[in-house]
């Protein structure tokens, strides 16, 4: 018999290949049973074992990049849910205190109580943004200005510039309380470190009080 390409068999070769093909795809036996049971485990095979042996502080290493580089709240969630195990190392403080502003930016029609818990864990892991967001959301929107204060005192402590501007605002309304609770001095002084920071709008306000003679 003669191929397209030319070559040339003969039928009793033809059928020997049948047989053995035969042989191989119904041939009982331990091992096509083996196989089976490996196709039909899906993602119970190898592969899954490996992922599970996968030590927890690589885990942590890989969550800790997705929180940092997160565009919203959406995606260290959707990571998180993942697996069992994923929800519960992305509660680490190593992962919290290093998800981004973006992932962070809860929406006001999106606020919770677990939006607001979720905030809380990332501010006690040490997460600066948190620690300001958080401290302004209590401070202007629930009414609980010694707790958002002090959360945003925490951020400026550590050299957020948009706390320390925050918090010099504060000071020259006299926020919380009189006008006779103004500190106009410890909000220039606030205004100056948050301009050596960088902070465009503490920089201008540095100037006015320079100019009013109490910079």
């Not at 958080?134 to 948009?162: K, N, T």
């Not at 410890?186 to 948050?194: K, T």
């Amino acid at each position: 018999m003669r191929t397209r390409r030319g070559a040339c068999y003969s039928p009793a070769s033809c059928q020997d290949g049948r047989r053995k093909r035969r042989r191989i795809a119904g041939g009982g036996g331990e091992g096509s049973a083996a196989a089976a049971a490996a196709v039909a485990g899906g993602a119970e095979g190898p592969a899954n074992d490996m992922f599970e042996e996968l030590p927890d502080d690589l885990v942590v290493s890989i969550l800790a990049d997705v929180a940092a580089s997160a565009r919203s709240p959406g995606d260290l969630a959707g990571a998180m849910l993942t697996c069992k195990r994923f929800r519960e190392l992305g509660q680490s403080k190593v992962v919290l205190a290093r998800a981004s502003p973006r992932c962070l930016a809860v929406r006001a029609k999106a606020w919770s109580d677990a939006a607001h818990r979720f905030l809380q864990r990332c501010a006690d892991a040490g997460n600066l943004d948190a620690c300001y967001l958080l401290g302004m959301i209590r401070f202007y929107c629930l009414g609980s200005r010694g707790s958002g204060a002090a959360l945003m005192a925490a951020a400026a402590v550590g050299g957020h510039r948009e706390a320390l501007y925050s918090l010099a605002v504060i000071q020259f309304n006299g926020s919380g309380g009189s006008k006779d609770d103004r500190d106009l001095r410890a909000g220039a002084a606030l205004c100056a470190r948050a301009a050596s920071l960088g902070h465009v709008d503490a920089l201008r306000e540095l100037g006015h009080c320079l100019q009013d003679g109490y910079g």
